[in-house]
């Protein structure tokens, strides 16, 4: 019968494959075959199933022998792959034989295809018959190594000489060593020193009959002296020679242990025994006698050997006679009913104390009639047990209290089955019936949320790794209410295996009240001092630092980490360092640590200048000092404001003495000037007298200058502040300068190309540069430079800070130096106040500085000097930034004479000042109406209401203010021109009223006779 064959055919030429599967077939084959021509065809195709052999073209168009080999060899099939080709060259077939060709035939000699086939088909099946012997051999191996290795017993196999051949992962195991390790080595495994002669004894005899032999020994394992127990033979070849030795061990250490353990305990049992008082006795009841062992007799308190009596002699001398009743009643049941049973009595020892006994009844026989003839027993002295068990009762009962008056008690649970117990007081933390029955999963139920999921993972941990766990949790009680409680849990293992939990549980609810409520207190406690301004520090009775505020450590630059070191001393050397007066601050604190119960306040300068008010206190807790608080508060901008206002108000103060005294002086000066100018034009030109008057007027208006002077530093000057350009004010001001300045000094100006405009009057500008001027040339002794120096600036917060008067904001900062022999810091203290001189006597006012500094008050903005000896003086001037234009100007046209023409209420207190308007203003054709002060002047005015022209109203009246007089006369008549005037009032006033259009005009005194025609005149006329 014809075998079968599959082929695979790589050939694009379909007859030349119809004539290699003839071939194949006249070899003696059924031929089943498939050609493919392409990688993707010979992949599909040897997927399809079982291929018996490969025969390939070497070269097609899209696909090669070569790559046909290929694929084959990456399926890992043990298929034949023959190359069958036309034509191809040594080289090209020698390479494709080394990748794994099985042969060649070339198409020329196709009758060697049958036979190469058959010879590579036959290799094939020896190839793969071997490949399943090999394989079922090391199949076989495998099985018998594993279950050689699989054994818990020590298997071990060497030669003659000792040498290990083969050892047990067991054996490996036990003496640390690894197989390659044990075949290598000449290793022998340490034989404890008692047991080598024998082990070297019963090795040698395994080199003769029986060959074979079974010893214990000790040898040094990797865990210490191990018990090994071997069955040995010795494998013997054809001749009857050793050729190996093989033993089989087994580790019986723990049986050796557990047979140690086992003799020591029966000698403990005998030891127990006699230890533990248990007499025996046997009772013969027919002859009514009584045999006591000697232990007995120890028992009952007599010497052994001298008990001798009856079961009544012994119920009437050595039983309590409480107790000898029930032990009649028990030997009765013996004799009648044949029951013995254990009985608890005391027993009265001949020395009259007392005992507890246990008697066990024993072997009961009984006589031919079936009476009892005799009982045996044993007595054992429990009085010790009993004393135990009261005092056990005793601390239960504490414990127990105790547990109730803790809110604690105890738990136990199986983890096998979760059966347990609880304690009467965890039923009732739970909200339970303390009879009721409980189990693991029932306490586990109570915890909520987070805490059900750490309980159950401190559970987990504690049973499968022995892991105790102390956890603080929250539970809902059986009546709904929220309790936090401690569990404690201590895993109870056998043989490394938990099996048992047990542990405590306690209400914490209170105290976890109490932590809240303390938690809170500290909390606002730390927010309290951590809002304060003040720095807080507390020191205990042994200088250790207990408590401190950020603040503390921000105001003594002290770094957190030394304070945490929380040692006083360290900071306290910390502060001094930057103490001004580190002794005096360092005998106070001696002072105040040495007298715990005093309190202390006081103020502290630091070298930076920066000065602290200390609060000292002592700590207390109940009655008992513990400590002291330290509180520092930073009191540098008080007592810079304090200072300030001080100074303000000094200031203020002096300037009101001055407003007043000028307001006096200058309606005097009014009547003066005014009487002086009416007599001028009485006299002829060349009457002697004008020159008298001429040189009165010289003074009179000197003293008019002094007065305005005043005025300004007390700030009651009024001037008309309008939007200026500083560069124009500058220039004027500077033209006056050189007037009347010497040539001996040199004036610098120092400008930016850009400057802000002022709302300021020229009359300040010009009182301001004047004044310091002269005083520099009086400084200078007419010779130096002055410079004049001009800036726009943005004042930011941290000068504001070491300026008193000052602001934020936009300014234009004037700066005026000279080069004289400067200020002392004695007289720059003083150097605004007026009537302030260091000049000779009639050298100077002393309003000089003090004008100046009302001017600039005035103008919103404020001065300071600074000054080196030797150097010169410095003076800075801040006047704010006017975002408005400057207005343009213009010449008011020339008066002519007498034009007044209508009438003039004059209203004025002063009888001088009064008279001198009344003729100013009749000269110039006037109608002159006077009033004394504001009641009259209503009065008059109402009377004259349609002829009065022009109000002339002193603002410092009797009787009425200017504001109640205005609206009087604005009740009557809502047109009428009122012209104010005054030697003394508020600028603030003035501008008020004639921001409201109350008033059209204002004049100060003293006035000259034509700028009083001149205001009257305008007025008039825009009526």
């Not at 036959?122 to 490949?131: A, G, L, N």
């Not at 600036?793 to 004289?820: C, I, N």
């Not at 030797?870 to 010449?891: H, K, N, W």
Request: net charge negative; with cysteine.
């Amino acid at each position: 019968m014809k075998s079968a064959l599959r082929i695979i055919i790589i050939e694009d030429n379909p007859d030349d494959a119809l004539l290699v599967t003839r071939e194949v077939e006249h070899a003696g084959y059924v031929v089943q075959a498939q050609r493919v021509q392409t990688a993707e065809e010979l992949r599909d195709t040897l997927a399809q199933g079982t291929w018996d052999l490969v025969l390939a073209d070497y070269s097609l168009p899209h696909f090669s022998a070569t790559e046909g080999l290929a694929i084959l060899w990456e399926t890992g099939l043990d298929v034949p792959f023959i190359i069958v080709s036309g034509s191809i060259g040594e080289e090209v077939m020698a390479q494709l034989m080394k990748d794994g060709a099985a042969d060649y035939v070339m198409k020329d000699h196709l009758p060697r295809l049958g036979p190469v086939v058959k010879r590579e088909l036959r290799d094939t099946d020896e190839r793969r018959r071997k490949r399943d012997t090999e394989r079922a051999l090391v199949e076989s191996e495998k099985r018998y190594r594993l279950l050689v290795e699989s054994q818990t017993d020590l298997i071990v196999k060497t030669d003659p000489e000792g040498r290990l051949l083969y050892a047990s992962p067991t054996y490996c195991a036990l003496f640390g060593k690894n197989p390659q390790e044990l075949t290598t080595l000449s290793y022998q495994p340490l034989v404890y020193p008692d047991d080598l002669p024998s082990v070297e004894h019963t090795v040698a005899d395994l080199f003769h009959p029986p060959h074979s032999y079974h010893y214990e020994e000790r040898a040094m394992t990797v865990g210490g002296w191990r018990w090994v127990e071997w069955a040995t033979r010795a494998e013997l070849d054809s001749q009857g020679n050793v050729v190996a030795l093989i033993g089989s061990g087994r580790d019986i250490t723990d049986r050796k242990q557990i047979e140690e353990k086992l003799a020591v305990s029966e000698f403990d049992l005998q030891q127990a025994q006699a230890v533990a008082h248990v007499g025996s006795w046997r009772w013969d009841i027919a002859h009514d006698e009584f045999a006591w062992s000697d232990e007995m007799c120890r028992i009952f308190g007599i010497a052994p050997h001298t008990f001798t009596g009856s079961v009544q002699d012994v119920i009437a001398h050595a039983i309590h006679p409480d107790d000898r009743a029930r032990i009649e009643e028990s030997n009765r049941a013996i004799i009648e009913d044949h029951n013995p049973q254990p009985l608890e009595y005391r027993i009265v020892w001949p020395d009259g104390s007392v005992r507890t006994v246990w008697v066990k009844p024993g072997e009961m026989t009984l006589d031919d009639k079936g009476h009892v003839s005799s009982l045996t027993g044993v007595v054992l002295d429990i009085t010790e047990r009993k004393q135990a068990e009261e005092r056990l009762a005793h601390e239960g009962d504490l414990l127990r209290l105790t547990g109730e008056m803790a809110h604690v008690g105890g738990w136990e649970f199986d983890v096998a089955t979760g059966e347990g117990t609880w304690t009467d007081e965890v039923a009732l933390i739970h909200g339970l019936d303390p009879a009721a029955p409980t189990n693991a999963g029932l306490g586990v139920s109570f915890y909520v949320d987070e805490s059900r999921a750490r309980i159950e993972t401190a559970i987990k941990q504690a049973v499968e790794h022995g892991t105790p766990y102390d956890l603080e949790l929250e539970i809902r009680a059986a009546n709904g209410e929220h309790k936090w409680v401690r569990t404690r849990g201590v895993p109870v293992q056998k043989q490394g295996k938990t099996v048992q939990l047990r542990g405590t549980f306690q209400d914490i609810t209170e105290r976890k009240q109490a932590e809240e409520a303390l938690a809170s207190s500290l909390s606002l406690l730390k927010a309290t001092m951590e809002s304060t301004a003040d720095g807080i520090l507390v020191v205990d009775l042994d200088g250790r630092i207990t408590l401190w505020n950020h603040k503390f450590s921000d105001m003594w630059q002290i770094p957190e980490a030394l304070l945490s070191k929380h040692l006083d001393e360290l900071a306290l050397n910390y502060v001094l360092q930057q103490m001004a007066q580190p002794e005096t601050f360092l005998a106070k604190v001696r002072e105040l640590y040495g007298q715990p119960e005093e309190s202390s306040n006081d103020q502290l300068v630091l070298a930076d200048g920066r000065i602290f008010e200390r609060y000292s206190q002592p700590q207390r807790i109940g009655d008992e000092v513990v400590g002291r608080v330290w509180s520092f508060s930073d009191i540098t901008e008080r007592k810079q404001a304090e200072t300030q206002l001080r100074q303000s108000q000094k200031m203020e103060a002096i300037g009101e003495l001055a407003g007043g005294v000028a307001h006096d002086f200058n309606n005097l000066l009014t009547g003066i000037l005014g009487n002086i100018a009416l007599m001028r034009s009485t006299l002829p030109s060349a009457d002697p007298l004008l020159e008298n008057l001429n040189a009165a007027e010289t003074c009179a208006r000197q003293a008019a200058n002094l007065t305005k002077g005043l005025l300004t530093f007390s700030r009651s000057a009024v001037v008309l502040p309008v939007p200026t350009k500083i560069a124009d004010a500058l220039d004027a001001t500077l033209v006056l300068l050189k007037q009347s300045l010497p040539a001996t000094m040199e004036i610098i100006r120092d400008y930016e190309l850009t400057a802000w405009n002022v709302l300021v009057d020229q009359s300040q500008i010009t009182q301001i540069l004047l004044n310091l001027a002269v005083n520099a040339r009086d400084a200078m002794k007419g010779k130096g430079t002055l410079t004049i120096r001009r800036r726009n600036e943005v004042v930011e917060e941290d000068y504001v800070q070491t300026h008193p008067f000052a602001r934020t904001g936009e300014f234009v900062h004037l700066s005026v130096t000279d080069t004289g022999p400067g200020i002392p810091p004695v007289i720059l203290e003083h150097l605004f106040e007026p009537f302030h001189t260091t000049k000779p006597a009639g050298s100077g006012t002393g309003l000089g500085l003090s004008i100046v500094y009302g001017a600039v008050k005035q103008a919103g903005g404020w001065i300071t000097a600074v000054s080196t000896k030797g150097v010169g003086v410095t003076f800075d001037i801040y006047l704010p930034r006017c975002l408005e234009e400057p207005m343009q100007s213009f010449a008011p046209s020339p008066l002519s004479e007498n034009a007044c023409r209508g009438m003039i209420l004059v209203v004025e207190d002063e009888p001088v000042v009064r008279s001198v308007a009344q003729a100013f203003l009749s000269k110039s054709g006037c109608t002159i109406l006077t009033a004394v002060d504001g009641a009259s002047a209503i009065d008059i005015f109402k009377d004259q209401r349609a002829n009065v022209g022009l109000v002339f109203l002193d603002m410092t009246m009797p009787g009425m203010t200017t504001d109640e007089i205005v609206q009087a006369i604005r009740a009557l008549d809502r047109k009428v021109p009122i012209l104010l005037n005054s030697g003394y009032t508020s600028n603030d006033t003035v501008k008020r009223m004639l921001a409201e259009r109350t008033v059209q005009g204002f004049l100060g005194k003293p006035y000259e006779l034509h700028e009083l025609l001149d205001t009257v005149d305008q007025l008039m006329k825009r009526t």
